[in-house]
């Protein structure tokens, strides 16, 4: 699999403010993904993020709160907008081998 | 009922013990099965595919079931290192996203 790292892994934001995570795979890779896990919760698919194209939303996630960008095939960024405190997460990106999801180290958001 | 349920523990047992971990599926069309491990404050990480046939690696055993749309994981002579949350994931069917369950938090007692 291919080496994935987010930026930043951590931070703690202001309620109303947003907050743009970087994710970069040392090589190129069709799909990428961004997943949130919630305190003591699972991984929830957010969207896919597609190379040259508008990412592909899952339903409960809307573009105008969590707009994603993928300008090239080992880069994506995923922004939270107008934070609040029930977006205190672990939000994570993700590429897929042949059938298996591969995840990066996340980042740990804290919204006050 | 969920996509994916698995008993969420936490599991208490012994150094040596032998563990195992159900989850269910409700898309009777999902082909693709994995069990992942997290460590705390850590990524999910692949632990192994879980294939038609069952398949095993080292101390760990996978199988699926179909017909009762589960699959399961074994662990025996559990280490202390076993100690974490085990997710088990399948694709969604109808395109291939891969979902995951809540976990099982595994605590192995020395």
């Known amino acids: 699999s291919a080496v994935i790292s987010q930026k930043p892994s951590r931070d703690i934001c202001q309620r109303g403010t947003s907050l743009t995570i970087q994710c970069q795979v040392d090589s190129q890779v069709t799909m990428m993904f961004w997943y949130r896990q919630q305190p003591g919760q699972s991984l929830t698919l957010i969207a896919t993020a597609n190379q040259g194209s508008e990412a592909t939303y899952e339903s409960g996630f809307v573009i105008d709160k969590f707009p994603i960008s993928r300008p090239n095939l080992t880069f994506s960024t995923l922004t939270v907008s107008n934070l609040s405190p029930e977006d205190s997460s672990i939000y994570l990106c993700g590429h897929r081998g042949l059938y298996e999801q591969y995840f990066g180290p996340g980042t740990r958001l804290t919204v006050t | 009922r969920k996509e994916v349920e698995q008993d969420p523990g936490p599991f208490n047992v012994p150094e040596g013990a032998t563990v195992a971990f159900n989850c269910t599926y409700s898309?009777?069309?999902?082909?693709?099965f994995f069990w992942y491990r997290q460590d705390c404050r850590k990524e999910p990480k692949l632990l192994m595919s879980v294939y038609s046939s069952g398949n095993e690696d080292g101390r760990f055993t996978a199988q699926l079931n179909r017909a009762s749309q589960y699959i399961s994981l074994l662990i025996r002579d559990s280490k202390l290192s076993d100690s974490a949350t085990y997710l088990c994931a399948v694709n969604r069917g109808r395109d291939d996203k891969i979902i995951f369950g809540k976990g099982t938090r595994l605590h192995i007692l020395p």
């Open positions: 898309n009777s069309a999902s082909q693709s």
